[in-house]
């Protein structure tokens, strides 16, 4: 079993529909970080979280420590923001500061 | 020239052939790391340098060989590779090597073993 789970593994939409993105991990962790990749293979850093909330743009991440648990939301969807979702997590000390990656939403936004 | 800087961005080699990959950052980062992704799999950490010192080596085989001569450049050298190594390998890097900063990703080298 992964240490990281993303849901949906893949996820299709229209433009301007509200989506999320589902993580859930295992694991004590000291971050949490959403990454996203494009068909060319590059990846971006959206977010890095340790608790709360964070916003940049029409994109929102949380994180529920507690319940070890975080989200991605993409509101007003676009086509461009079509790719694949990471979410990937760094240990804490007793897991050796391990990263952990999740396989990954694949999203595709429909005009 | 900015940010993660890969080459080559392909790569073909015989499971005889050595073979280099090179990755440059220009973030003033003290952190460097080696991923592979390969199909329908998660991305696997191979390797994290901070400070030119290797502090992380997740069960790597031999046959691929990690070198940082200074904190900017990290090499992974390949040698008597096997198929199953085709892959894209992916350089990163950070402001330290804890997850505790966003990690800058370069664009890959596209990796086939024939």
């Known amino acids: 079993k992964n240490e990281v789970e993303q849901s949906p593994q893949n996820l299709t939409a229209q433009e301007g529909e509200f989506i999320t993105i589902n993580c859930s991990y295992s694991v004590g962790i000291s971050a949490l970080h959403w990454l996203q990749q494009h068909p060319g293979g590059g990846i971006v850093s959206l977010f890095m979280l340790s608790s709360g909330k964070k916003k940049h743009g029409r994109l929102i991440a949380t994180i529920n420590i507690q319940e070890k648990h975080s989200s991605l939301h993409i509101t007003a969807s676009h086509p461009r923001d079509s790719a694949v979702y990471i979410c990937a997590v760094r240990g804490g000390e007793h897991t050796g500061n391990q990263f952990y990656f999740g396989t990954g939403t694949s999203l595709t936004v429909i005009p | 020239e900015t940010g993660v800087t890969q080459t080559p961005r392909h790569l073909v080699m015989g499971m005889t052939n050595k073979k280099s990959l090179k990755c440059e950052q220009h973030l003033g980062h003290n952190a460097m790391y080696w991923y592979k992704q390969s199909a329908k799999k998660p991305l696997e950490l191979m390797f994290v340098?901070?400070?030119?010192?290797?502090?992380e080596n997740n069960s790597v085989p031999s046959r691929f060989s990690p070198e940082c001569p200074n904190s900017s450049h990290l090499f992974l050298h390949l040698h008597t590779l096997q198929p199953e190594d085709s892959a894209l390998y992916l350089c990163?890097?950070?402001?330290?090597?804890?997850?505790?900063?966003?990690?800058?990703f370069g664009p890959g080298t596209r990796l086939t073993v024939l």
């Open positions: 990163a890097s950070s402001q330290d090597p804890y997850g505790s900063y966003e990690q800058f």
């Open positions: 340098y901070n400070f030119k010192e290797q502090t």
